[in-house]
């Protein structure tokens, strides 16, 4: 063999290695794909703990003015949740579309 064919094979075997070596890092579990997806999904859970934390509040906040007998809030919460009416009072239901 003569030095340009070892030369040859050399190059040929290391580059060989270098797209085995990024095949490897790209495609395995911990590889590039795997931390794309890792990260998309990370960023929708961090949307929906936003979203929960934003109605715990919202709840807390009701709850508080339940808990201080606000008539106010307590006749609206019993119109809403539980359709009570006054005396007299017709409940008239609409349905959307």
Do not use: C, H, W
């Amino acid at each position: 063999m003569t030095s340009s064919s070892k030369n040859k094979i050399a190059r040929y075997t290391f580059f060989l290695l270098v797209l085995i070596g990024l095949g490897f890092l790209i495609f395995n579990d911990s590889g590039y794909i795997k931390y794309t997806n890792l990260k998309s999904e990370v960023g929708e859970i961090g949307n929906e703990v936003s979203k929960q934390e934003l109605e715990n509040k919202n709840l807390e906040a009701e709850i508080d003015s339940l808990e201080k007998k606000n008539p106010t809030k307590i006749e609206q919460v019993a119109r809403e949740k539980y359709g009570m009416m006054k005396k007299g009072e017709k409940i008239i239901k609409v349905e959307e579309k």
